[in-house]
């Protein structure tokens, strides 16, 4: 059309000469230019707020949580809540990483009961099970080569499952045992239906009674922290390992565990505990089966959608340890190793001022993950009163900070266990209103100086 | 910039001069326009690049099920397996809905293991209570007003967490029952932990213990279709009312439900069992309490990223019944019942035509929902053998249909349970199969004739 030659041109306008001008014309192409150009602008400004309406559409703009790590003045007044593991100090990471781990899932997917038909955890999604394997191959925490993973609904479900796939055949009650202090949900879980195939008795180092018995070790352990084995030490024990605690932000990574039966938790690998996902190792196929079937009658099953979500999430950890140096903050493992070492100084300190409490003391041990010697970080605080204080809880209580009695967890409760895993505002108030508890010796020296 | 008087042009044009004609800018705007008109193309190419992109990110372009409608040659080979109630049927529904129950979840959102600390179900997520509260208003199936909504990982674990509230006081095991045909997985659930607090007794109809009893009420029933009420009617006993078939896809609806306890499932509503999301409704406080204290025992709450798309998927059911009229296809309810009506019409005629099997006769009742008489439209047919064979099971298998037999509900294994809800495919093969399946007098009548 623009090539227009110049006769050609002439005689055009020749033909609309009686109308119009060729000046008429050049107004009238000027116009069109500037519409045109008008249009081109409406366009991008169109392209741009889709693309904003999309980025606010997967952002999912819903109430942001209150991270904030600004210094709070406290007044005394905040209950300051630690008596749960509630993992909320990982949110922060995760909103780092924006939409990284953003899982979309259409209405129709994932409708049926059934994951894998002929896998004989049938209701596992192939895509944890892959994630799983492969966290653990990164991280160095747990054999999975000729293990059958199970996945639960939370690790809880699995150690019901555990109890159940371990006493099923028993004729009478196994006896169910933990090395106090012992994990405080253990005896309550075990006895809460009265059931005939097993049932709570207690300290594990108190343990003399004779027949089969099922000993949980937890390991690092909840409430302490340390590191444990087997204290039964005899013929006819069957052992569930708790591992929960078997990452590289909370103890040194010394060896692949390799036990026969060993369970994780999404919760306090990861933080996210409102999807409710552990999973199972698990060396001998009966057992397995028998966990499975538990599952089965207890739920049909474990929720698809964080199953999906979980995959995400352990994907991003492996492969934030495979792009940088995993000491770094931007690695899972370099955030959260570095907020429980701080964590812990803030904490050491704030007890140290005070005269009335106390820690357990660890001994550093060599990572392989990281490749270097530090002392345990575990993701609670065992904290024990002094001064002649003999009911721990009752007096945090009396400075409004919330904590669990060591009586829970089979001991004097002149202990008690105290979350280290929450936002950073909650945890900097409690390091502040914890410093400013001073024991009346301490105070009297104090103003003797 | 275009209203340039006359004089002003002449004035410009007068500059211009010397280098261009007006036709030389005739023609350079010309070339302008047609660059333009290119620009604006390319612009609203990009802005159906970028819709397409995002629509194809929130579909999560994994595979598709397999939802083929098709007419699928039988060659007798291939297994039907229609033993579980696996509802794939609604899968075709939600396909049709594309992205109106996309779920997007950012991976730092609902971390914590709460969802409302202060109420009575801590983990319960609000927009999930609002939106069954809603569902239940606009079919009319339940009262909700003055209940406590409890959430569980699938009505399977709010049977077991009933039970639990039900007996925990009870000094000697309560007896458990149910009429027969009873659902197969409530004798199983009950006994397997050989529980202190419950124990399975059996049919409801031949129980005559004394003491305190817990009547399961399902209606309408799983495996049989009937509704029901309860049968032992006598003081001492407590019902819990498992309502999951209580939906205008299956049943007239009668009235708003209002009994003590009742029990619905999002897998038998919607169709999303992968979901595991279930809900009871509670009068009593001090029970509702007591379900609550066994879900946190059990699995420590409810994965909220499965509550969070269910609250989704009922949102999206009462919306559809709010726009068009409810017995249109584009409805779920409308959906839904077409294909409940019109598969019971095929399995009918092939029962008819094989002159071995019998299926039960509803007494048709009207429903508030649809403003109209209806026969009952069960989610599992009830299929009794008649010929002489005493097994159906393994006379259906010998034919490569998998079924339940009747002896794991309480009754003559010469009746199977057959889910009515897979996907269009397998329940057609299902029909066309059984419709082959002639009594030896049926086949010599029709050789006579």
């Not at 999604?125 to 991280?139: D, M, N, S, T």
């Amino acid at each position: 059309m623009l090539h227009l030659r110049s006769s050609q041109f002439s005689r055009v306008m020749v033909k609309l000469g009686p109308v119009f001008s060729v000046r008429h014309l050049l107004v009238l192409s000027l116009a069109i230019n500037v519409s045109l150009m008008l249009t081109v602008i409406r366009e991008r400004v169109k392209v741009e707020e889709i693309l904003n309406m999309f980025s606010t559409k997967l952002q999912l703009a819903t109430v942001s949580p209150s991270t904030g790590d600004g210094e709070t003045t406290d007044n005394g007044e905040a209950i300051i809540n630690l008596d749960h593991g509630d993992p909320t100090m990982y949110e922060k990471y995760w909103q780092r990483m924006g939409d990284k781990t953003t899982v979309v899932i259409s209405g129709w997917q994932f409708t049926s009961y059934f994951s894998d038909p002929k896998n004989l955890c049938w209701f596992l999604e192939p895509e944890l099970a892959e994630e799983v394997v492969r966290l653990h191959r990164v991280v160095g925490n747990a054999i999975t080569k000729d293990y059958h993973i199970v996945v639960g609904t939370g690790s809880s479900q699995l150690f019901q499952a555990a109890l159940y796939a371990l006493s099923s055949d028993a004729s009478e009650p196994m006896s169910v045992v933990s090395a106090a202090p012992y994990y405080s949900s253990y005896p309550v879980i075990t006895d809460c239906l009265k059931s005939g195939l097993y049932k709570w008795e207690g300290d594990a180092q108190a343990f003399d009674k004779s027949g089969p018995y099922i000993e949980l070790v937890t390991s690092p352990n909840n409430p302490d922290g340390f590191v444990r084995q087997s204290v039964v030490n005899r013929s006819g024990g069957i052992l569930v390992h708790d591992l929960a605690y078997y990452w590289p932000q909370y103890t040194p990574i010394t060896t692949p565990a390799d036990h026969d039966l060993m369970l994780f938790t999404v919760s306090k690998t990861t933080g996210h505990a409102g999807m409710r996902i552990g999973w199972a190792l698990v060396k001998d196929e009966i057992i397995a089966r028998k966990i499975v079937k538990y599952i089965e009658l207890s739920t049909i099953g474990v929720s698809k959608d964080s199953q999906l979500r979980a995959a995400k999430v352990l994907r991003a950890v492996s492969d934030s340890c495979g792009v940088a140096h995993p000491f770094k903050e931007e690695t899972f493992f370099g955030f959260s190793h570095h907020s429980m070492e701080s964590r812990w100084m803030l904490l050491r300190e704030a007890v140290n001022r005070s005269g009335i409490f106390s820690l357990p003391e660890f001994t550093p041990g060599f990572c392989n993950f990281w490749n270097r010697v530090f002392e345990p970080l575990p993701a609670f605080a065992w904290l024990k009163c002094g001064d002649g204080i003999e009911d721990c809880e009752s007096f945090l209580r009396g400075h409004k900070i919330w904590t669990r009695s060591g009586r829970y967890f089979g001991v004097s409760p002149s202990y008690v266990r105290i979350s280290m895993l929450d936002r950073d505002r909650t945890f900097n108030l409690f390091v502040k209103r914890l410093s400013r508890i001073r024991s009346q010796r301490r105070m009297r020296l104090e103003h003797v100086d």
